[in-house]
C-alpha cells in the first residue's frame, strides 16, 4: 500500500502482511453494505473495525472507500468473479469419481454417504467429550 498499490482487485502471488491488513478493511466495507448501508465511509469502518478492538489505519480505510465510491458493491464482486473463472484450478477429482461410482451401479454413492455421514456424527460427539 505504501508503493500507491490497490486494496480493490489486489492479486499478489503469495499474501503478504499488506494484503491480509486490507482484507479486514473490505471485510468491515461489506458488513456495513449488508448492514444497510449502500456507501460506507472510513468512520463507518472504523466504527466496525474498533468494535472487535482491531487495529484502524484511516489511509487504508480512507482508499478503500476511495475505490469504491461510485461503485455497486455487488458489480465489483461480480467483476471479480469474471476474473476468477479464468483463473482454473482444482477441484474436478470427486466429480470423475462419483460419476464412476453411479455408472457402475449407482448404490455405492448413497451407501458411502450415509457411511459417511455416521462417521462425521461419531467424530462430533467425540469432540463433545471432554
Do not use: R
Not at 499474501?15 to 458488513?31: E, S
Not at 456507501?39 to 469504491?68: C, F, M, N, R
Amino acid at each position: 500500500l505504501a508503493q500507491g498499490g490497490s486494496l480493490v482487485a489486489t492479486a499478489a502471488p503469495f499474501p503478504t502482511l499488506q494484503h491480509n491488513m486490507g482484507m479486514k478493511y473490505c471485510a468491515a466495507y461489506l458488513m456495513a453494505v449488508l448492514g444497510g448501508n449502500e456507501s460506507p465511509s472510513a468512520v463507518d469502518i472504523q466504527k466496525i473495525l474498533e468494535s472487535v478492538e482491531a487495529e484502524y489505519d484511516s489511509t487504508i480505510a480512507e482508499k478503500l472507500v476511495g475505490e469504491l465510491e461510485g461503485k455497486m458493491v455487488h458489480e465489483v464482486i461480480g467483476a471479480g468473479k469474471k476474473k476468477l473463472k479464468t483463473f482454473g484450478g482444482g477441484g474436478g477429482g470427486a466429480g470423475v469419481a462419483v460419476a464412476g461410482a453411479a455408472a457402475s451401479g449407482g448404490a455405492a454413492p448413497a451407501s458411502a454417504a450415509k457411511e459417511e455421514k455416521k462417521v462425521e456424527e461419531e467424530e462430533e460427539e467425540e469432540e463433545m467429550d471432554f
